[in-house]
């Protein structure tokens, strides 16, 4: 079992910046791909980056690639998303999530493990 929380949320203006984190805590000895999904009301969860175990391979949705920049630190059992130039349709509760994997994961319906969520509100 793996345990996720997610931090950083909050309320930010468009434009600015806002750092997600996300802390793994419970076996976390096996090679897990991350990601980070997000749900706006009354919308489907989506994707919005994965890394591979080893942080070397990332991937990112087309609405945040340039903006957005995941990374993760293993000896700290942490995931990072670092959100630059937001904008209000960035506004969602974002989720961080496991996969036992040693390859990236974009599909959610592969992760294994999920957050609790974390609020990001962009304000225009």
């Known amino acids: 079992q793996v345990q996720l929380v997610e931090s950083g949320g909050g309320l930010v203006q468009a434009g600015g910046p806002l750092r997600l984190s996300c802390a793994a805590s419970?076996?976390?000895?096996?090679?897990?791909?991350m990601g980070w999904f997000r749900q706006a009301p009354g919308k489907e969860r989506e994707f919005v980056a994965c890394?591979?175990?080893?942080?070397?391979?990332?991937y990112y949705a087309d609405s945040v690639k340039g903006r957005f920049t995941l990374s993760r630190d293993n000896a700290k059992n942490t995931v990072d998303l670092q959100m630059n130039s937001l904008k209000p349709e960035d506004t969602a509760v974002y989720y961080c999530?496991?996969?036992?994997?040693?390859?990236?994961?974009?599909?959610?319906?592969?992760?294994?493990?999920w957050g609790q969520g974390t609020q990001v509100t962009v304000s225009s």
């Open positions: 999530a496991a996969a036992v994997s040693s390859t990236i994961v974009g599909a959610a319906t592969r992760y294994d493990y």
């Open positions: 419970g076996r976390t000895s096996r090679n897990y791909a």
């Open positions: 890394v591979n175990w080893s942080g070397r391979s990332t």
